[in-house]
């Protein structure tokens, strides 16, 4: 059964600090890993999808790379800002479960003025 | 832009009442989801289903049962609440084709008394 561990569980960080959220997974059969982000009572927001062939996408200020063999993600954010202040989830989507994904429990990020 | 709406943002009922949470996106995606949200625990799957009257089990379906009788909507039913099932509740849709990111509601806040 797939596992998601996202480490650190919390982060506080001044503005315009670049920063480097977590994600390892025990099982590397996956088509993709998927990164959202939730603010307070708010549903998911999808921010990147890293396909199993990939090793890195980027949307803006985002860069998330994957390494499948080694079961790790990284999501990377560049020059911070009070507004990225949410929970980070990471998500790989195992092969064979057909649009299935497996969530971690999150980063909560706090960027402060 | 994908919507994905549910019908109730917050919603208190009563131990043993059948409860209805509804579920609609306007994007034509073949697949739909509903989690469950938990401190602690992180999102999991309840059910999904891949096409209209097609339904899965997820990793908790016991005590939910679900309906999709049109593309756009998909309902969750707790045929008889009980305090455990006092959660955040999230619907989630994609197409039906590999590498699609979950679009996701706003969820709905469901309190058990």
């Known amino acids: 059964k797939q596992e998601v561990t996202q480490i650190p569980a919390a982060l506080s960080v001044p503005e315009g600090e670049n920063l480097v959220l977590n994600c390892s997974f025990t099982d590397s059969a996956i088509y993709n890993l998927q990164w959202f982000r939730q603010d307070p009572g708010k549903g998911l927001t999808s921010l990147l999808l890293i396909q199993s062939s990939q090793r890195e996408q980027t949307s803006g200020r985002l860069n998330a790379s994957l390494d499948k063999s080694s079961g790790r993600s990284t999501l990377y954010i560049a020059a911070s800002q009070p507004g990225d202040s949410a929970t980070y989830l990471c998500?790989?989507?195992?092969?064979?479960?057909?649009?299935?994904?497996?969530f971690g429990t999150g980063t909560r990020l706090q960027v402060t003025l | 832009d994908v919507k994905v709406t549910q019908s109730s943002r917050y919603l208190v009922k009563r131990t043993g009442e059948k409860v209805f949470l509804e579920c609609v996106q306007d994007?034509?995606?073949?697949?739909m989801f509903w989690y469950r949200q938990d401190p602690g625990l992180g999102l999991r799957l309840i059910y999904f289903?891949?096409?209209?009257?097609?339904?899965e089990k997820g990793d908790i379906p016991e005590g939910y049962s679900v309906s999709r009788e049109k593309k756009e909507r998909f309902s969750l039913i707790l045929e008889s609440a009980s305090t455990n099932q006092t959660s955040m509740y999230l619907c989630?849709?994609?197409?039906?084709?590999?590498?699609?990111?979950?679009?996701f509601g706003d969820g709905t806040r469901l309190s058990i008394l």
């Open positions: 289903s891949y096409d209209v009257k097609m339904k």
């Open positions: 989630a849709s994609s197409q039906g084709f590999s590498n699609q990111p979950q679009h």
């Open positions: 998500a790989p989507e195992h092969t064979g479960t057909a649009s299935k994904l497996t």
């Open positions: 994007m034509d995606h073949e697949n």
